[in-house]
């Protein structure tokens, strides 16, 4: 990216460039342009979202260099976080919608999505039992190892549920032959959203067609604090209603604990140990409501 990056510069003669992750933006007095490290091939992706009349995109300027794209510079415009969630969740929706269909799977299919959560499951019970013999054995425990202590069995709870429910998903599609997928941008976050003279999500380098459910995961895991998720997911929901098991296979997704590593500073093992917690409790609310609708 380095010749590339240094041709481009006397090409466009910035005054000013900038490096923000693996992006590099040139400023120059005709405008600014986004040079990025050409991962896969993004004029297949934006020909496809063409084809289903979804634009959202940034506008692709220089593709023809061998590593690196070139892209226009969308400014974004500053607004209040939950408005901008908000933009964002019903953009997603829109994605998906016009994008979806159902393709013919196998049996082995949801066996091996069933597996790979199972294990996971299994690792963090084993892993948090291990941790609490390991803990209840130390006479004088630190800040953090009582807060864990204290909301263990929280944790153990989550992972019970997500079991339960991920018995019942399997039951749900296990005789299914078809599954719905769509195309999904596989990164979502409010950093790769941005408002301008229309929606836009940036860095594409990830999308690939799979489960809708696998972008609201990711949404929801990295900016679960920033955000009131409850709401979001019913804005998606009435612009596209997620099929039973989808909804199920999100709860059980989001349920599963964020892992706590140990630290040398106790500061950050509290750290750890409260995000954990806060993680679980938000889900909680998040996930709660619609169990208590099928229960009444």
Request: proline share 3%; glycine share 0%; charged share 30%.
């Amino acid at each position: 990216m380095n010749r590339s990056l240094d041709v481009l510069k006397e090409l466009y003669k910035p005054y000013r460039y900038t490096f923000r992750g693996k992006a590099t933006i040139l400023e120059t007095t005709s405008g600014s342009v986004v040079v990025k490290p050409k991962e896969n091939d993004i004029t297949k992706v934006y020909r496809y979202l063409q084809s289903r009349s979804f634009l959202n995109y940034p506008k692709l300027i220089d593709y023809s260099r061998e590593d690196v794209n070139v892209f226009a510079y969308v400014d974004d415009i500053s607004m209040p976080v939950e408005q901008k969630a908000q933009d964002l969740i019903l953009t997603l929706a829109s994605l998906h919608q016009k994008t979806a269909y159902f393709k013919t799977v196998s049996l082995d299919n949801y066996q091996e999505i069933y597996e790979s959560i199972d294990s996971n499951i299994l690792y963090y019970q084993q892993y948090y039992n291990h941790m609490f013999d390991e803990i209840f054995k130390v006479v004088y425990q630190s800040p953090s190892q009582y807060l864990f202590m204290r909301n263990c069995s929280k944790i153990l709870a989550s992972l019970d549920f997500a079991k339960k429910e991920l018995d019942e998903w399997f039951e749900l599609v296990k005789k299914e032959e078809k599954q719905r997928v769509c195309f999904i941008h596989n990164n979502i976050c409010l950093d790769h959203y941005l408002k301008s003279d229309q929606d836009y999500f940036i860095s594409w380098e990830k999308s690939k067609i799979d489960s809708p459910v696998l972008d609201l995961v990711h949404f929801y895991q990295k900016d679960y604090f920033e955000v009131e998720f409850s709401s979001l997911f019913k804005k998606y929901q009435e612009k596209f209603p997620l099929l039973e098991a989808e909804k199920k296979l999100f709860f059980i997704l989001v349920s599963l604990p964020r892992k706590i590593v140990k630290h040398e500073q106790e500061f950050q093992n509290c750290k750890m140990v409260r995000e954990c917690l806060d993680y679980l409790f938000k889900t909680e609310s998040l996930v709660r409501p619609y169990y208590a609708v099928e229960q009444e």
